[in-house]
């Protein structure tokens, strides 16, 4: 059994704002100095020897850049801490696949597309006890919601007192309209085979609160829970040989 792991590419954009973090995190002060030191050089030493207006319209020039920066920062840093939270997610999930890599062959950030449908699926098991794919979410604090809402809440609780309350979109959707596109692709390889999708919360501080009704919804939160569900799985339909290798054939040969 083997792991096939396709680049992933918000590795590049946690780099690239990082970096740009970076950048408009000293802007602000790199443009105060630049002022102040205009202002000295063209006061001569004597900042009285400069008009009212002049001063006025530097220091309104001054203030609205370091604004925008401060602006420009917290949206980056709000981009970046989800996609590094998605990145720890994956790394916690990638951790639990090799303990099960003697019965399965894993692919790692699977990039898939039929007709007009793309996603990418954070994690695909094929063995001869069936095909699972896994949609792994990092998420933390409460989070509620029914297999059949379109969206779920998130509901966080801090020490000093402050409560949010966020949505995020219904993740069994997600991988169910990713599973759909799966079974498409093996369709068209001519193997018509069970594919289960699953839902995991990574995240230890995390709890849900979730009303599933369809036995098709499968979610599981921290690692022991998807390590004892991926130990006991069993495919209603398990894979034949053949099939298997014809299934690992049309996935390598889309990677």
């Known amino acids: 059994m083997k792991i096939y792991k396709s680049r992933n590419p918000n590795k590049i954009r946690i780099g690239v704002l990082f970096a740009l973090q970076v950048i ?6 790199i443009l105060f100095v630049i002022f102040a030191i205009d202002y000295l050089r063209s006061s001569g030493g004597h900042p009285e020897s400069i008009s009212g207006s002049s001063t006025l319209i530097g220091a309104y020039v001054s203030a609205a850049a370091i604004v925008l920066c401060a602006l420009a920062y917290f949206i980056l840093a709000r981009r970046y801490n989800i996609l590094l939270s998605g990145i720890k997610g994956e790394r916690s999930l990638a951790k639990i696949a090799k303990k099960h890599r003697n019965h399965y062959d894993i692919f790692i950030n699977y990039p898939i597309q039929y007709k007009r449908s793309r996603s990418e699926i954070d994690m695909i098991l094929v063995g001869k006890n069936g095909i699972i794919i896994i949609e792994v979410k990092n ?8 297999d059949s809402d379109e969206r ?5 609780h801090y020490r000093d007192g402050k409560n949010t309350e966020a949505e995020m979109k219904n993740p069994i959707k997600q991988v169910t309209r990713q599973r759909d596109i799966l079974k498409s692709i093996l369709h068209t390889n001519g193997v018509d085979a069970w594919v289960d999708g699953v839902v995991y919360f990574s995240n230890p501080l995390v709890r849900l609160k979730l009303s599933l009704k369809n036995k098709s919804s499968i979610v599981c939160a921290g690692e022991k829970e998807l390590d004892r569900f991926l130990a006991e799985y069993s495919s209603p339909r398990p894979l034949k040989k053949e099939d298997t290798e014809k299934i690992l054939e049309a996935l390598r040969s889309s990677m």
């Open 139 to 146: 998420h933390s604090g409460t989070i509620c919601g029914a």
């Open 152 to 156: 779920w809440c998130q509901y966080k």
């Open 24 to 29: 408009f995190g000293a802007l602000p002060a």
